[in-house]
Antibody
Framework: EVRLLESGGGLVQPGGSLRLSCAAS????????MSWVRQAPGEGLEWVST????????WYADSVKGRFTISRDNSKNTLYLQMSNLRVGDTALYYC???????????????WGQGTQVTVSS | DIQMTQSPSTLSASVGDRVTITCRAS??????LAWYQQEPGKAPKLLIS???TLESGVPSRFSGSGSGTEFTLTISSLQPDDFATYYC?????????FGPGTKVDIK
C-alpha cells in the first residue's frame, strides 16, 4: 500500500523559513516524479512544485519561484520542500502527491498524503 | 498558463439524481485531464483521468468525457458518499492547474 506522510509544518512569522518532508512507503520511490500541492483555508487546490524521479528537472508555480526549493533523497524515500521568505499568503495545508508514471511520462496525481499545515502569521 | 474553469461552483442535488459537472480549459489539452474528489477534512482522491479511465475502486456510476477544451464528470445516480467537492486538473503542461472546484451538497 502506498503511503505518503508529510511533516514539518507549523507556525512561522512572515519572512521565516520552514522545511517540509514527505516520507514515502509502499512504492519504488525512484520510479516516480513527486509534487507538492497546497490548499489555503476554504480554498481550492494549487499546484506548487514538481521534481522528476532522479531530480533531473524541477518546476515551480510563479507564486513560489525563487522562495521555495523542492528536493528529494531517494536513499531515504523522502521528498522535501524548503520554504523561505514565507508570506501570509503561503498559509495552507501542504500535500505531498505521487505522480502516475508510465512509459509515456508522468502526469496526474494518483496518491496523496494527508497534508501538513503551514501557518504564516505574526 | 492554462486556466481551468468549472461549472457550476455549487450544485444541490438529492440521492439518486444524475449530476453533471463541466470543466473547461483555456486552450486545448487533448485528453490530459483528471478529476479528483475531496471530502471535507480529507486529501483529494483521483477518480478519472486521460481517456476517461476510472481509477481502481472508483464506482462505475462515475464517468468522464470530453477532449480538447471541454470536459464533463457525470455521476449517474448520486449516493450519500458522493457529497463532496470535485476538482478538474490539466496535466498537459506546467504549471499544472486545477479548476476552482464544484461543491456537491444535499438538496
Amino acid at each position: 500500500e502506498v503511503r505518503l506522510l508529510e511533516s514539518g509544518g507549523g507556525l512561522v512569522q512572515p519572512g521565516g523559513s520552514l522545511r517540509l518532508s514527505c516520507a514515502a512507503s509502499g512504492l519504488t520511490f525512484t520510479n516516480y516524479a513527486m509534487s507538492w500541492v497546497r490548499q489555503a483555508p476554504g480554498e481550492g487546490l494549487e499546484w506548487v512544485s514538481t521534481i522528476t524521479a532522479h531530480s533531473d528537472s524541477t518546476w515551480y508555480a510563479d507564486s513560489v519561484k525563487g522562495r521555495f526549493t523542492i528536493s528529494r533523497d531517494n536513499s531515504k524515500n523522502t521528498l522535501y520542500l524548503q520554504m523561505s521568505n514565507l508570506r501570509v499568503g503561503d498559509t495552507a495545508l501542504y500535500y505531498c502527491a505521487k505522480h502516475f508514471c508510465n512509459g509515456a511520462g508522468c502526469d496526474r496525481f494518483d496518491y496523496w498524503g494527508q497534508g501538513t499545515q503551514v501557518t504564516v502569521s505574526s | 498558463d492554462i486556466q481551468m474553469t468549472q461549472s457550476p461552483s455549487t450544485l444541490s442535488a438529492s440521492v439518486g439524481d444524475r449530476v453533471t459537472i463541466t470543466c473547461r480549459a483555456s486552450q486545448t489539452i487533448s485528453r490530459r485531464l483528471a478529476w479528483y474528489q475531496q471530502e471535507p477534512g480529507k486529501a483529494p482522491k483521483l477518480l478519472i483521468s486521460g481517456d476517461s479511465t476510472l481509477e481502481s475502486g472508483v464506482p462505475s456510476r462515475f464517468s468522464g468525457s470530453g477532449s480538447g477544451t471541454e470536459f464533463t464528470l457525470t455521476i449517474s445516480s448520486l449516493q450519500p458518499d458522493d457529497f463532496a467537492t470535485y476538482y478538474c486538473q490539466q496535466y498537459s503542461s506546467y504549471p499544472f492547474t486545477f479548476g476552482p472546484g464544484t461543491k456537491v451538497d444535499i438538496k
